[in-house]
T-cell receptor, first 113, second 114 residues
């Protein structure tokens, strides 16, 4: 158990819908990262927050957004869903700073029908 | 941009065989290098890391050496077990302007047969 929790574990929805994925980092960790794992794209970095502020952006679509709340949990919002958004979404947390180990949650599997 | 390339899988070995999974990278600056492992149905776990050239990371019998001259970070284990069956990811963090985000290779599936 990494100490990072993600909910829900599975999510099945239809095209055009909007969903919210939730992540609670390990106690004391200030950085939260979101990654998408799909068969065709592999594991891709989406976005990072550090202590409530956006720190880095990767290959995140405009239809996707995220935020980190004062209690440091984070949410990833996916809207106008398409079939191609079906993937495993991982959250990871770290203390912050360079080369800190990232601890990964178990992931949320999103299926868009 | 930065990238990581791993050998194609799946890799199928018998128990106690020697394992090598090749990983090469392209990056500016001085990246840190990592191997992560993903067991079925689970998230990724850090297996080992190296933060500078010639460093050797090791854990649970796995080793990898950061070779800047060949831009490689190959994973090795002398004697694999069935329990090592998993997907292995090589990754880097960019050396300059680093925020810690990981850039992953495509993953290599290892299957160890008894």
């Amino acid at each position: 158990d990494s100490g990072v929790t993600q909910t829900p574990k599975h999510l099945i929805t239809a095209t055009g819908q909007r969903v919210t994925l939730r992540c609670s980092p390990r106690s004391g960790d200030l950085s939260v990262y979101w990654y998408q794992q799909s068969l065709d794209q592999g594991l891709q970095f989406l976005i990072q927050y550090y202590n409530g502020e956006e720190r880095a952006k990767g290959n995140i679509l405009e239809r996707f957004s995220a935020q980190q709340f004062p209690d440091l949990h984070s949410e990833l919002n996916l809207s106008s869903l398409e079939l191609g958004d079906s993937a495993l979404y991982f959250c990871a947390s770290s203390l912050g700073g360079l080369n800190n180990e990232q601890f990964f949650g178990p992931g949320t599997r999103l299926t868009v029908l | 941009g930065d990238s990581v390339t791993q050998m194609e899988g799946p890799v199928t070995l018998s128990e106690e065989a020697f394992l090598t999974i090749n990983c090469t990278y392209t990056a500016t600056g001085y990246p840190s290098l990592f191997w992560y492992v993903q067991y079925p149905g689970e998230g990724l776990q850090l297996l080992l890391k190296a933060t500078k050239a010639d460093d050797k990371g090791s854990n649970k019998g796995f080793e990898a050496t950061y070779r800047k001259e060949t831009t490689s970070f190959h994973l090795e284990k002398g004697s694999v077990q069935v329990s090592d069956s998993a997907v292995y990811f090589c990754a880097l963090t960019h050396g300059s302007g680093n925020t810690g985000k990981l850039i992953f290779g495509q993953g290599t599936t290892l299957q160890v047969k008894p």
